[in-house]
C-alpha cells in the first residue's frame, strides 16, 4: 500500500511540474493585470516618482509610470491594455489638478506618446496591446506634486474604453 501511495504521490509531482512549465501559454498572458500590477507595486507604494496605474471598463490596462532618478525628467509610460476590441488603434490620455487632494476632477486631457508625438496603441487579434510611451517634464518643476488620473480612449471615436483612479505623482528632485 506504501507503495501505491508513494507512487501515486510522485507521479502527481510529476504533473505538477509539467503544468508548470506550460505557463508560458497565451493564458498566462491574460492573467489579471490588477493581480500583476498589486504584486509588483508593494515595494513602490510609498513612491512619489513611480505609480502602477490600474485602468477598468471595456477591458483593462496597466501603466508603468516611471521617473528616474538622473537629471533628465522624463517620464516612461510602459501601457498593457487586453480584452479591448481587436485590431484596433487607442490613446493613451492624461489629466492632472494642482490642487492635491486625491480627488482628481481635470477634465484637460492632454494625449500622450513619444514626447509631444503622439502615438497610438495597437491591439492584436486577441484585444491584447502594448507600447512604450514617455512624456519631458522638462518646464515643470521640481518637486512639484499633483494628481493625475489617465483614460484610454479609442482612436477613429473617441469614445472612452479605461479609465483610471487618482494618483499623485511628484517630479523628482
Known sequence: MRQVLALASALSISVLAACAQELTTPDVESASLETLATSQSRSLESSPFN???????????????????????????????????????????????TKVDDNCTSTDWLTLGLGTTTKTILTDSRGFGNEALFRDLGATPVGKTFDIHFRVIEAATLAVVLTSDCYQFTVRV
Open 51 to 97: 505609480n502602477q496605474i490600474i485602468l477598468r471598463g471595456d477591458g483593462s490596462g496597466l501603466v508603468k509610470f516611471r521617473e528616474p532618478d538622473d537629471a533628465d525628467k522624463i517620464v516612461y509610460l510602459d501601457v498593457k491594455v487586453r480584452h479591448l476590441a481587436p485590431n484596433t488603434e487607442y490613446l493613451l490620455q492624461r489629466a492632472v489638478d
